[in-house]
């Protein structure tokens, strides 16, 4: 496994009532440290599901269950995978070694991975953890706090049963079953370009992917 040593920063992680505080020198020790912790935080409600966007991260827009947030220059796609929650799958993980970062991720009984890739001179985040996922095209310099924050988001993701199997049962989620392999690594960028894909007509998708990543991770 490849580390990523950052400078020293300490960070203050709410758990409730109790102040944890973190140094966090690499990336894995920040998701060790985070994801150990039963934070039962929450400030954002989503279709079947609710979570907790750490201060500085803003919200910007909701695309069925996904959601797409914001900070400092940087933007977050959210993906939950509510079908797999709700049957309990479980996820066949395989380490890509020739990735700039992996981390395979078991904690608390919940699956997940950390995987970074190289993208001209940005680095593509895909964060996977507890049926829900994180992607993000950043600059080097801001992988830990894009991992802290996805951290933060990915470990208190909670689901609500009853509305989950109200909308199974309503067919909400008929006929996409197949849109949801997106906890499968791509190693491109091609995942969140889906959240605005669905949104934009015939002409906007055909335009090419590379192009439209650069205009929606460098417009201010």
Request: aromatic residues 14%; hydrophobic residues 30%; charged residues 30%.
């Amino acid at each position: 496994m490849k580390k990523i040593i950052v400078l020293l920063t300490t960070v203050l992680l709410f758990t409730g009532c109790t102040i944890v505080r973190i140094d966090t020198e690499s990336l894995e020790n920040t998701i060790n440290v985070v994801l150990s912790k039963d934070n039962k935080l929450y400030n954002r409600v989503g279709k079947g599901y609710k979570y907790y966007v750490p201060r500085g991260v803003n919200y910007i827009d909701t695309n069925e269950l996904n959601e797409k947030l914001y900070s400092d220059g940087n933007y977050y796609y959210l993906y939950i995978d509510a079908i797999s929650y709700y049957h309990k799958k479980k996820y066949d993980i395989e380490e890509n070694k020739d990735a700039y970062y992996f981390q395979k991720i078991d904690q608390n009984g919940k699956q997940g991975y950390l995987e970074i890739n190289r993208q001209d001179d940005l680095y593509f985040v895909e964060f996977m953890y507890n049926y829900a996922k994180i992607e993000a095209l950043v600059p080097k310099k801001d992988l830990n706090v894009v991992v802290l924050n996805a951290s933060y988001i990915l470990s208190t993701v909670k689901f609500n049963n009853n509305v989950i199997k109200l909308m199974l049962n309503e067919t909400y989620f008929t006929n996409k079953e197949e849109k949801y392999d997106i906890f499968t690594s791509k190693k491109e960028t091609t995942n969140v370009l889906e959240y605005q894909d669905e949104k934009e007509d015939k002409e906007e998708k055909e335009k090419d992917r590379e192009t439209i990543i650069r205009e929606k991770f460098t417009e201010e």
